[in-house]
C-alpha cells in the first residue's frame, strides 16, 4: 500500500474517496506534492471513480485548482468520473468566480457524491 502524505483514501462502494490532510493548500511544494500523489492514484493505480472529500479545507490556491484540473482530464481520459464535495462556501464561491463549479460535479456530501455514481 502507498503511503500518501497530503491526502487519506479509503474505498467505499467501489469508489475511491480522497480526503485532504492540510487545512490549507497554498505552499507550492506541498501542491506539487499532493498533485503528484492524486495523479499516481489515476496513473498507477488505475482508479477510474474518484470523490474529493474538501471537508477539512480552509483555503485553496489558484496553483492548487490548476492540479485539480489535470487531475479530472487524466480521470476523464481513462473513462472515470471526478466528484468534489463538502466545499466550504468561501472554496465553493472561488469555483463559481472562475467557473469550475461547471467543469466539475460538486455536491454537498460524501453520500450525495457517491449516490452521483
Do not use: W, Y
Not at 480522497?18 to 505552499?27: E, G, N, W
Not at 466528484?83 to 454537498?108: A, G, H, W
Amino acid at each position: 500500500m502507498t503511503v500518501h502524505r497530503r491526502i487519506q483514501t479509503s474505498e467505499v462502494r467501489g469508489v475511491t474517496v480522497v480526503s485532504f490532510v492540510d487545512h490549507k493548500i497554498l505552499d507550492a511544494a506541498n501542491i506539487q506534492e499532493l498533485g503528484d500523489e492524486l495523479f499516481d492514484l489515476v496513473e498507477r493505480d488505475g482508479i477510474k471513480s474518484m470523490v474529493l472529500n474538501f471537508g477539512n479545507v480552509e483555503f485553496l490556491s489558484s496553483a492548487a485548482l490548476n492540479k485539480l484540473i489535470i487531475l479530472d482530464k487524466k480521470v476523464k481520459s481513462n473513462a472515470g468520473q471526478l466528484r468534489l464535495c463538502s466545499l466550504k462556501p468561501e472554496i465553493q464561491e472561488v469555483f463559481v468566480i472562475t467557473r469550475l463549479n461547471q467543469l466539475f460535479e460538486i455536491k454537498d456530501s460524501v453520500d450525495d457524491a457517491l449516490s452521483a455514481f
